[in-house]
């Protein structure tokens, strides 16, 4: 990952062992996301090359998500895939992604 276009002079990038601990990420508006390490485990997975390149051949993504369990996410999902189908769109699905979002409140 480069170095973000808003980071300090002197950024050490997302991926550096020291990215948002340098004397250089001081008051960058990066440096919390950056010290997190979550930008590094993103560098290192060469699998997300694989997945970008795959990605890009899909012209449309739908997303369902709900930050609630058990409100019918892959109901609609299969529903959704069902009526495009049906209209003649090539379509398919992926239910096994999980991943947690969090935001400061």
């Known amino acids: 990952m480069s170095t973000p276009q808003d980071a300090n002079e002197g950024c050490v990038g997302p991926a550096s062992d020291t990215a948002g601990k340098a004397s250089a990420c001081a008051g960058c508006p990066n440096q919390s996301a950056c010290a ?30 709900s930050g609630k369990g058990g409100v019918g ?25 999980h991943t947690h979002l969090h935001a400061h409140t």
């Open 36 to 65: 997190t390490g979550a930008n590094k485990a993103v560098v290192d997975d060469p699998a997300i090359a694989l997945v970008k390149e795959r990605m890009a051949q899909i012209k449309h993504k739908v997303l369902v998500l």
């Open 73 to 97: 996410k892959s109901t609609v999902s299969a529903q959704l895939a069902f009526a495009l189908a049906a209209k003649g769109f090539n379509v398919g699905t992926h239910t096994r992604i």
